[in-house]
């Protein structure tokens, strides 16, 4: 068996773009025993994975002296991988896969500091994310599969689906199967659909459709989900703050349609074919971080001023905001409901 060092510092969401590159490799029949080079964040998305035998954290944030990238360096180099992909295009990495002497390295062509790789892939900024990284694949001679999602593992094991169960018992009292999420947060304030106009959504699949809803989200995103459930007469589940990325994956497999801001909830969704609806305000498609296929929507509306940010920001530029207060909660429960009117594929 040949050793490969995968490699994917990103924010959370760009790692889970990262999951079908990631299952590629495990399933090209070449038995890659893989190390996982990541995040706190991520780790435990990526432990789990088919083929990954360890997973090396690397705090980016807290530890940014040369001394400390040496120290991972010598971790890495211990694993002893033959191969090294690199899903991330900084600069670090690219220095922290040269200083582990990974013989062959394999990165972006736009890449900082590029000539430290040993195969180069060209970037197609035209395409999504998820196919962008499938390509680095063409550097091992292995081939780029076309279709990526859902996901042949999706994660969950049986003890993380009886757990979701049980929360949605203990608020709804039975087990209801058809059940909505909402994703109403963010990392970037800008990147947050108001609170408001989640109310106006869960009460039209509440009393139109007759259908549950769930909020999903970190712990960051406790404030917001309160504030939307003052704002209803009826009761919903929270589950914000109370899943880990495991319970997550379990969490959107259960339901019938997600909606969602641009976040990690959105791609889990994406990556599990589950029918979702992308909220896109600051960013837009363009950047390549949004779902595709015919299980997708994206909502948004048209302005001069978008896209004002690569990943989103803490205050609107221009100050008012248009491009979240402006998308009306009519407009993305039709797209919802054309979604539920689809055959799951």
Same mark, same amino acid.
């Given at each position: 068996?040949?050793?490969? @060092?995968?490699?994917?510092?990103?924010?959370?969401?760009?790692?889970?773009?990262?999951?079908?590159?990631?299952?590629?490799l495990?399933q090209? /029949?070449?038995n890659?025993?893989?190390g996982?080079?990541?995040t706190?964040?991520?780790? +435990?998305? &990526?432990?789990?994975?088919?083929?990954?035998?360890?997973? #090396?954290v690397?705090?980016?944030?807290? +530890?940014?002296?040369?001394?400390?990238?040496?120290?991972?360096?010598?971790?890495?180099?211990?694993?002893?991988?033959?191969?090294?992909v690199?899903?991330?295009?900084?600069?670090?990495?690219?220095?922290?896969?040269?200083?582990?002497?990974?013989?062959?390295?394999v990165?972006?062509?736009t890449?900082?500091?590029?000539f430290l790789?040993?195969?180069?892939? %060209?970037?197609?900024t035209?395409?999504p994310?998820?196919?962008?990284?499938?390509?680095?694949?063409?550097?091992?001679?292995?081939?780029?599969?076309?279709?990526?999602?859902?996901?042949?593992?999706?994660g969950?094991d049986?003890?993380?689906k009886a757990?979701?169960?049980?929360? @949605?018992v203990?608020?709804? /009292?039975?087990?209801?199967?058809?059940?909505v999420?909402?994703? %109403?947060g963010?990392?970037?304030?800008?990147?947050?659909? %108001?609170?408001?106009?989640?109310?106006?959504?869960?009460?039209?699949?509440?009393?139109?459709?007759?259908?549950e809803?769930?909020?999903?989200?970190?712990?960051? +995103?406790?404030?917001?989900?309160?504030?939307?459930?003052?704002?209803? %007469?009826?009761?919903? !589940?929270?589950f914000?703050?109370?899943?880990?990325i495991?319970?997550?994956?379990? !969490?959107?497999? !259960?339901?019938?349609?997600?909606?969602?801001? +641009?976040?990690?909830?959105?791609?889990?969704a #994406?990556?599990?074919?589950?029918?979702v609806?992308?909220? #896109?305000?600051?960013?837009?498609?363009? &950047?390549?971080?949004?779902?595709?296929?015919?299980?997708?929507?994206? !909502?948004?509306?048209?302005?001069?001023?978008?896209?004002?940010?690569?990943?989103g920001?803490r205050?609107?530029?221009?100050?008012?905001?248009?491009?979240?207060? /402006?998308?009306?909660?009519?407009?993305?429960?039709?797209m /919802?409901g054309?979604l539920?009117?689809r055959p799951?594929?």
């Amino acid at each position: 068996m040949e050793r490969l @060092l995968f490699l994917d510092t990103a924010y959370l969401g760009d790692c889970l773009l990262s999951l079908p590159l990631l299952e590629a490799l495990a399933q090209s /029949g070449k038995n890659f025993e893989i190390g996982v080079v990541t995040t706190p964040l991520a780790q +435990d998305l &990526f432990a789990r994975r088919p083929g990954v035998v360890e997973v #090396f954290v690397w705090d980016k944030r807290k +530890d940014k002296t040369p001394w400390g990238l040496y120290k991972t360096a010598k971790r890495l180099e211990g694993f002893g991988a033959a191969l090294a992909v690199s899903a991330h295009k900084s600069a670090r990495s690219a220095v922290l896969l040269a200083l582990a002497r990974v013989p062959l390295r394999v990165g972006f062509s736009t890449a900082k500091l590029s000539f430290l790789y040993h195969a180069l892939v %060209p970037e197609d900024t035209t395409l999504p994310v998820v196919k962008r990284k499938l390509r680095l694949l063409s550097a091992l001679g292995l081939p780029v599969p076309e279709r990526c999602v859902p996901l042949s593992d999706p994660g969950v094991d049986p003890a993380q689906k009886a757990r979701v169960q049980a929360m @949605l018992v203990q608020v709804f /009292g039975y087990l209801p199967f058809e059940l909505v999420g909402l994703a %109403p947060g963010s990392v970037w304030q800008t990147k947050r659909w %108001p609170a408001g106009h989640f109310i106006e959504l869960i009460k039209m699949f509440k009393v139109r459709l007759g259908m549950e809803c769930v909020l999903i989200g970190g712990q960051e +995103d406790r404030t917001i989900a309160r504030e939307i459930q003052k704002g209803l %007469p009826f009761p919903l !589940a929270d589950f914000t703050g109370r899943t880990t990325i495991a319970d997550l994956f379990a !969490a959107i497999q !259960a339901l019938k349609l997600l909606v969602s801001n +641009d976040s990690a909830p959105m791609h889990v969704a #994406f990556l599990l074919g589950v029918p979702v609806v992308g909220i #896109f305000g600051p960013t837009t498609a363009r &950047f390549g971080f949004v779902p595709f296929g015919e299980n997708t929507r994206v !909502a948004e509306i048209e302005l001069s001023c978008r896209p004002c940010a690569r990943h989103g920001g803490r205050h609107c530029p221009k100050g008012h905001f248009l491009c979240m207060r /402006g998308l009306d909660p009519e407009k993305v429960f039709e797209m /919802g409901g054309s979604l539920l009117a689809r055959p799951r594929q």
